[in-house]
């Protein structure tokens, strides 16, 4: 061993220099995503303190979004960046702006389609906003996805809804059923 060691001491130095390499690099782009996620999660919470000591959701919504749009821009890629979007979305509905929330609601649905208990949560949101954009046969097709989606959350208030629209559309027999 000690024989092939010095025989082929280049090639062997040449190899653990690459995964010395290697590992540098791997480690440097951790660190760079780790930074990213903080920053981005810092920037996010900086945000939601600023809406919180505002008071009011028209002058809350007014005082982030330039906040929320840099978070959205520099760092949609974090965790952080893509929750984000749906407490915006949560800001942007409060203050009444209903097709902004829209907007980002739907994003978020794309981020998040796979996660059962987000998607519910989402579609719950759009047909809320889609109601207060007095677009009821829009709001009943999102609450009936969660009825008869296969997560249990949330069902209940999907149910409690329908019962609402059906109600005032005049569909009394939908709306006990």
Same mark, same amino acid.
């Given at each position: 061993?000690?024989?092939?060691g010095k025989?082929? @001491?280049? @090639? &062997? ?5 690459? &995964? ?9 782009i951790?660190f +760079?995503f780790?930074?990213s996620?903080?920053?981005a ?7 939601a &303190?600023?809406?919180a000591? /505002?008071?009011d959701?028209?002058k809350?919504? @007014?005082?982030?979004?330039? *906040? $929320? #749009?840099m978070?959205? +821009? ?6 952080a960046?893509?929750?984000?979007k749906?407490?915006f979305?949560?800001?942007?509905f *409060? ?11 739907? #994003? /978020?649905? %794309?981020?998040f389609?796979? %996660?059962?208990g987000?998607?519910? $949560?989402?579609?719950?949101?759009l047909?809320?906003? +889609? @109601?207060?954009r007095?677009?009821? #046969?829009?709001?009943k +097709?999102y609450?009936?996805?969660? %009825?008869?989606?296969?997560? *249990?959350?949330?069902?209940? #208030?999907?149910? $409690? /809804? ?5 109600e005032? !559309?005049? *569909?009394?027999? !939908? !709306?006990?059923?």
């Amino acid at each position: 061993a000690l024989a092939y060691g010095k025989k082929n @001491q280049k @090639q &062997i130095l040449l190899i653990l220099g690459g &995964i010395v390499l290697v590992i540098v690099i791997f480690s440097g782009i951790m660190f +760079s995503f780790k930074k990213s996620e903080n920053i981005a999660s810092d920037l996010v919470a900086a945000a939601a &303190i600023t809406y919180a000591k /505002a008071n009011d959701p028209i002058k809350g919504f @007014q005082a982030v979004t330039a *906040d $929320f #749009e840099m978070v959205f +821009s520099e760092y949609s890629n974090t965790s952080a960046g893509k929750m984000g979007k749906v407490k915006f979305a949560k800001i942007c509905f *409060d203050a009444g702006e209903y097709d902004r929330a829209f907007e980002l609601y739907k #994003e /978020a649905l %794309e981020i998040f389609k796979n %996660e059962a208990g987000m998607k519910n $949560f989402l579609l719950a949101s759009l047909g809320h906003v +889609s @109601q207060a954009r007095n677009e009821i #046969e829009t709001a009943k +097709s999102y609450f009936l996805e969660i %009825e008869t989606g296969a997560s *249990d959350l949330l069902k209940d #208030e999907a149910r $409690f /809804a329908l019962a609402g629209l059906y109600e005032a !559309s005049n *569909d009394k027999a !939908s !709306s006990l059923a």
